[in-house]
């Protein structure tokens, strides 16, 4: 395999220092590399902040933009623990996840509660809840991953009173290990603390009480830690006008924890779609809401949930079309200008809750992966992703604070666009964007790093995906032209948003098993398409990106 130009195969090098990088009132945040584990607010689910929830029911007001005239502007958390069936000693619960193979005990912070530790070489491992059988945790690279759906875990050294002998985290910390959220700012460890678990009956009932509206039938989305349902509306005589299909998006306990952002991202939504974007409106509650706080549980264990009724955007998936030049380059147009729009002419109270520096999406923070890249095993995946990392400190990280700075979308991936035909000829049929979905990713970042990240996913399902970059690059460059630095940083940033999309997927897959098609859509050909850019080699993919992009410029063919 030929090496990029550009890469060497140097050792990591420590994470640099965190300082914030200034840019006039855009200030984003150099990526935070030292993750700090996540404690528990009290509320069953952990909380990056640690603050206090929302109150569960809370309802947020309908709060349009003000920019145009015409209107509407837009834990385990399991309760006491039980030793295992035949054990006289009552060990606490030990952390559910990847256990360090340290010589020490790994210490974790507390909510109020100074901090506790758990045995770093496990022996035995028991989980008691629903099952009531024994389990084995398994090797990884750098750990030992247990089972899923461990509600309790106990570990001591089998055989040796005294060894490494477990001080179990209490329930309010929700005996977690290095909990990381994705959606907040880091991985998340044990996704079903997060991630909203409602029936379909119950997702049902939550949409006739808090919108008032009458369901007829409802399905099940994929999605990663959200859940969304699909659903049909009855309206009988009399009853208001409105669309007859939405989405109801519930989003995880986590972020549910920050209403301010949700609440941006939701105007966000309405502020485009008064702009002309395709983008999906909320329906309001009965209070005249655009959201509401809702609780899900039994007992003690009750999460709360931020829940939100879209209207629903038909049309196909870009993922299930074959791209051609043109529609490329309308998709390179649409990133540059929504961001544009949005820098240029948005306005919120709450803008500021876009700054996520420890978001894990952001493609400031492809050095995070370095935490997780031990689930690709020793490969030349592996290879790849370790030299994108140390070209990414040593080449972009120095840069960042020259790149311009602006409100990303940050996923405008594939499955993300929808578009229709507007033409009736099947044999060239010629396709519009007609929505744009998924706004959970926003926060603030950089042009380039919204072209980067267009750019990657939309060579997945590409026949030609080293010539996608300059269809792409030519749309984006027609809105807003890269400087010379922004163009220079255009390929690392490509393969360095392919090795967040691929680690991630790689790592959570481990942990859930059971959403493996869905988290590794990406690495079907992602890792195709990676491959063959470091063999290609820097120059060459450029001198493609760059050709095809002047073509544009000079009305050639292309």
């Known amino acids: 395999m030929a090496r990029l130009d550009t890469i060497n195969r140097s050792p990591l090098g420590r994470s640099l220092p965190v300082e914030p990088v200034s840019q006039a009132d855009m200030r984003v945040d150099k990526p935070l590399w030292a993750l700090t584990p996540v404690i528990n607010s009290g509320s069953g689910c952990p909380s990056s902040k640690g603050g206090a929830h929302p109150a569960a029911n809370q309802t947020f007001p309908y709060n349009p933009p003000l920019a145009k005239s015409r209107g509407a502007g837009a834990g385990v958390g399991a309760g006491g623990t039980r030793p295992a069936p035949g054990d006289q000693r009552s060990p606490a619960p030990c952390a559910v996840g990847p256990v360090p193979l340290k010589s020490e005990p790994v210490r974790f912070a507390e909510a109020g509660r100074g901090a506790a530790s758990f045995c770093s070489r496990p022996g035995r491992l028991c989980r008691w809840k629903g099952t009531g ?7 990884g690279q750098h750990g030992w991953f247990l089972p899923i759906g461990v509600n309790a875990v106990c570990c001591w050294e089998a055989g040796k009173p005294g060894a490494a002998q477990p001080v179990g985290l209490p329930d309010s910390a929700g005996g977690a290990f290095g909990r990381y959220t994705m959606s907040s700012g880091n991985i998340q460890e044990s996704q079903t603390l997060i991630k909203p678990a409602f029936s379909e009956k119950e997702a049902t009932e939550l949409v006739e009480r808090v919108f008032g509206l009458k369901v007829s039938a409802i399905r099940s989305l994929p999605s990663y830690d959200d859940q969304n349902f699909h659903v049909h509306i009855s309206r009988s005589e009399g009853t208001a006008d409105g669309a007859d299909e939405y989405v109801l998006k519930i989003t995880n306990c986590e972020d549910s924890q920050n209403p301010e952002l949700i609440e941006v991202q939701t105007q966000i939504m309405m502020f485009l779609n008064v702009e002309g974007f395709p983008s999906a409106m909320p329906h309001l509650t009965k209070n005249g809401n655009i959201m509401s706080l809702e609780s899900l549980g039994t007992g003690s264990v009750t999460k709360k949930y931020m829940v939100r009724l879209l209207t629903y955007l038909p049309g196909m998936t870009v993922a299930t079309i074959s791209t051609n030049p ?32 420890k978001f894990i999406w952001n493609l400031a923070n492809v050095p995070l992966l370095e935490q997780y890249i031990h689930s690709l095993g020793q490969n030349s995946y592996r290879e790849v992703v370790e030299q994108v990392i140390q070209q990414f400190k040593d080449k972009i990280v120095p840069k960042l604070r020259n790149f311009r700075a602006c409100i990303n979308h940050g996923d405008l991936n594939d499955h993300n666009i929808l578009l229709d035909s507007n033409t009736a000829s099947p044999e060239n049929p010629q396709y519009r964007v007609s929505g744009i979905l998924d706004f959970s990713d926003m926060s603030y970042g950089y042009y380039v790093f919204e072209l980067a990240i267009t750019i990657m996913y939309m060579m997945i399902e590409s026949k030609d995906p080293l010539s996608v970059g300059g269809h792409v690059l030519a749309g984006f460059e027609s809105i807003v032209p890269l400087t010379t630095e922004e163009r220079d940083a255009l390929f690392l940033l490509v393969s360095g948003r392919f090795s967040q999309s691929l680690v991630i997927a790689s790592y959570t897959s481990l942990l859930y098993p059971e959403n493996k098609e869905y988290l590794m859509i990406t690495a079907k050909t992602g890792w195709k398409h990676l491959l063959r850019m470091f063999e290609v080699g820097q120059e060459a993919v450029e001198k493609i990106w760059f050709e095809t992009a002047k073509a544009y410029m000079n009305n050639e063919p292309v």
Not at 133 to 139: D, I, K, L, M, V
């Open 133 to 139: 059988s024994e389990s084995t945790p398994r090797p």
């Open 326 to 357: 043109h529609i490329l380059y309308e998709i390179g147009k649409l990133a540059a200008r929504l961001d544009k729009t949005l820098t240029e002419k948005f306005h919120h109270p709450s803008i500021k809750s876009l700054h996520r520096g």
